[in-house]
Protein backbone atom coordinates (compact mmCIF):
# COMPACT_ATOMS: atom_id res chain seq x y z
CA UNK A 1 0.00 0.00 0.00
CA UNK A 2 1.17 3.36 -0.63
CA UNK A 3 -0.04 5.00 2.23
CA UNK A 4 1.43 8.92 2.41
CA UNK A 5 3.56 10.17 5.19
CA UNK A 6 1.06 12.21 7.96
CA UNK A 7 1.60 14.61 10.09
CA UNK A 8 3.83 12.63 12.89
CA UNK A 9 6.00 11.68 10.16
CA UNK A 10 6.54 15.17 8.56
CA UNK A 11 7.65 16.24 12.27
CA UNK A 12 10.03 13.20 12.86
CA UNK A 13 11.56 14.14 9.41
CA UNK A 14 12.08 17.95 10.08
CA UNK A 15 13.67 16.51 13.84
CA UNK A 16 16.14 14.04 11.47
CA UNK A 17 16.56 16.73 9.10
CA UNK A 18 18.12 19.46 11.61
CA UNK A 19 20.69 16.69 13.33
CA UNK A 20 21.53 15.23 9.44
CA UNK A 21 22.01 18.84 7.68
CA UNK A 22 25.39 18.82 8.72
CA UNK A 23 26.32 15.96 6.47
CA UNK A 24 27.88 16.60 2.58
CA UNK A 25 25.38 14.45 0.84
CA UNK A 26 26.29 13.95 -2.96
CA UNK A 27 23.21 12.28 -3.56
CA UNK A 28 19.80 11.63 -2.07
CA UNK A 29 17.73 8.40 -2.78
CA UNK A 30 14.18 7.26 -2.21
CA UNK A 31 11.67 4.64 -2.85
CA UNK A 32 9.14 5.35 -5.07
CA UNK A 33 6.29 5.05 -2.14
CA UNK A 34 4.60 8.36 -1.40
CA UNK A 35 5.98 8.27 2.75
CA UNK A 36 9.47 7.42 1.75
CA UNK A 37 9.60 10.49 -1.18
CA UNK A 38 8.43 13.13 1.05
CA UNK A 39 10.64 12.37 3.82
CA UNK A 40 13.69 12.32 1.25
CA UNK A 41 12.85 15.84 0.20
CA UNK A 42 12.32 16.98 4.52
CA UNK A 43 15.41 15.39 4.42
CA UNK A 44 17.27 16.91 1.72
CA UNK A 45 16.78 20.56 3.05
CA UNK A 46 18.66 22.76 0.88
CA UNK A 47 20.32 20.09 -1.21
CA UNK A 48 20.42 20.95 -4.70
CA UNK A 49 20.53 17.47 -5.57
CA UNK A 50 17.38 16.07 -7.29
CA UNK A 51 15.82 12.51 -5.28
CA UNK A 52 16.50 9.99 -7.42
CA UNK A 53 13.51 7.03 -7.42
CA UNK A 54 14.63 3.33 -6.36
CA UNK A 55 11.80 1.27 -6.98
CA UNK A 56 13.98 -1.24 -5.30
CA UNK A 57 14.08 0.19 -2.20
CA UNK A 58 10.14 0.22 -1.58
CA UNK A 59 8.72 -1.71 1.52
CA UNK A 60 8.04 -5.72 1.27
CA UNK A 61 5.18 -6.60 -0.42
CA UNK A 62 2.09 -8.53 1.14
CA UNK A 63 0.20 -9.42 -1.97
CA UNK A 64 -3.65 -10.55 -0.90
CA UNK A 65 -2.48 -9.40 2.43
CA UNK A 66 -1.76 -5.52 2.04
CA UNK A 67 -3.95 -3.59 3.73
CA UNK A 68 -4.69 -5.99 6.37
CA UNK A 69 -3.49 -6.05 10.01
CA UNK A 70 -1.21 -8.73 11.26
CA UNK A 71 -4.08 -9.70 13.39
CA UNK A 72 -6.02 -10.70 11.01
CA UNK A 73 -3.96 -13.18 9.03
CA UNK A 74 -1.33 -14.71 11.63
CA UNK A 75 -0.05 -14.27 15.10
CA UNK A 76 3.43 -12.94 15.24
CA UNK A 77 3.76 -16.12 17.44
CA UNK A 78 3.44 -18.20 14.53
CA UNK A 79 7.00 -16.75 13.39
CA UNK A 80 8.79 -17.43 16.77
CA UNK A 81 9.41 -21.24 16.51
CA UNK A 82 11.40 -21.02 12.64
CA UNK A 83 14.77 -21.30 12.14
CA UNK A 84 16.82 -18.41 11.28
CA UNK A 85 16.32 -19.68 6.92
CA UNK A 86 13.40 -20.53 7.61
CA UNK A 87 12.05 -17.16 8.64
CA UNK A 88 14.11 -15.80 5.32
CA UNK A 89 11.79 -17.51 3.35
CA UNK A 90 8.70 -17.34 4.80
CA UNK A 91 5.47 -16.05 3.57
CA UNK A 92 1.95 -16.21 4.83
CA UNK A 93 0.42 -16.30 0.60
CA UNK A 94 1.87 -17.16 -2.08
CA UNK A 95 2.01 -13.71 -3.70
CA UNK A 96 4.03 -12.22 -0.43
CA UNK A 97 7.61 -11.17 -1.15
CA UNK A 98 9.59 -12.85 1.63
CA UNK A 99 12.71 -11.39 3.15
CA UNK A 100 14.98 -13.17 1.10
CA UNK A 101 13.23 -12.03 -1.90
CA UNK A 102 13.35 -8.45 -0.22
CA UNK A 103 17.10 -8.66 0.02
CA UNK A 104 17.87 -10.01 -3.34
CA UNK A 105 16.09 -6.85 -4.55
CA UNK A 106 17.47 -4.30 -1.91
CA UNK A 107 20.99 -5.55 -2.48
CA UNK A 108 22.03 -5.23 -5.92
CA UNK A 109 20.38 -1.60 -5.59
CA UNK A 110 22.56 -0.47 -3.02
CA UNK A 111 25.43 -1.53 -4.64
CA UNK A 112 25.21 -0.03 -7.52
CA UNK A 113 24.55 3.44 -5.62
CA UNK A 114 27.38 2.58 -3.60
CA UNK A 115 29.71 1.99 -6.84
CA UNK A 116 28.17 5.24 -8.26
CA UNK A 117 29.25 7.28 -5.07
CA UNK A 118 32.25 5.64 -3.76
CA UNK A 119 33.88 7.13 -0.52
CA UNK A 120 30.63 9.48 -0.45
CA UNK A 121 28.26 10.22 1.86
CA UNK A 122 24.56 9.65 0.11
CA UNK A 123 20.98 9.80 2.12
CA UNK A 124 18.56 6.63 0.84
CA UNK A 125 15.33 6.58 2.14
CA UNK A 126 13.80 3.39 2.64
CA UNK A 127 11.21 1.45 4.78
CA UNK A 128 11.08 0.02 8.13
CA UNK A 129 10.59 -3.43 7.01
CA UNK A 130 13.74 -3.03 4.59
CA UNK A 131 15.94 -1.90 7.04
CA UNK A 132 14.94 -4.69 9.41
CA UNK A 133 15.67 -7.11 6.98
CA UNK A 134 19.40 -5.40 6.27
CA UNK A 135 19.92 -5.72 9.57
CA UNK A 136 18.99 -9.62 10.05
CA UNK A 137 20.43 -10.56 6.94
CA UNK A 138 24.05 -8.29 6.43
CA UNK A 139 24.64 -7.82 10.48
CA UNK A 140 23.07 -11.12 11.94
CA UNK A 141 20.39 -9.23 14.12
CA UNK A 142 17.61 -10.53 15.63
CA UNK A 143 14.21 -10.45 13.58
CA UNK A 144 12.65 -8.56 15.66
CA UNK A 145 15.11 -5.42 16.02
CA UNK A 146 12.90 -2.47 16.23
CA UNK A 147 12.99 0.07 13.89
CA UNK A 148 12.04 3.38 14.71
CA UNK A 149 10.47 6.02 11.91
CA UNK A 150 13.25 8.54 10.80
CA UNK A 151 15.60 5.81 12.20
CA UNK A 152 19.32 6.25 10.62
CA UNK A 153 21.32 3.33 9.73
CA UNK A 154 25.04 4.09 8.83
CA UNK A 155 26.36 1.23 6.18
CA UNK A 156 29.83 1.38 4.67
CA UNK A 157 30.71 -0.04 1.76
CA UNK A 158 33.88 -1.55 2.48
CA UNK A 159 36.91 -2.30 0.30
CA UNK A 160 35.87 -6.65 0.41
CA UNK A 161 32.31 -5.29 -1.95
CA UNK A 162 30.12 -5.55 1.19
CA UNK A 163 27.97 -3.61 3.65
CA UNK A 164 29.45 -3.00 6.86
CA UNK A 165 26.86 -1.60 9.69
CA UNK A 166 28.81 1.96 10.81
CA UNK A 167 26.04 2.88 13.16
CA UNK A 168 22.11 3.07 14.41
CA UNK A 169 21.02 6.17 15.14
CA UNK A 170 17.59 7.48 16.81
CA UNK A 171 16.45 11.27 15.74
CA UNK A 172 13.14 10.44 17.78
CA UNK A 173 12.94 12.12 21.12
Not at 24 to 37: C, D, E, G, Q, T
Not at 125 to 143: I, Q
Request: contains cysteine; charged residues 25%; proline residues 5%.
Amino acid sequence: MDIPLNETGRQQAQKAAKKLCKIPFVAVYASHLKRAHETAKILRGDLPHPIQIEPDLREGTFGSLEGKSYAEHSPWDDLYHLTHEERLHHKWVKDQESPHEVIERVLPCLKKIALNHQGKDVLIVTHGGVMRTLLTVVEGRDWNTKILNTQVLIFEWTQEKAFRLHSIESHQA
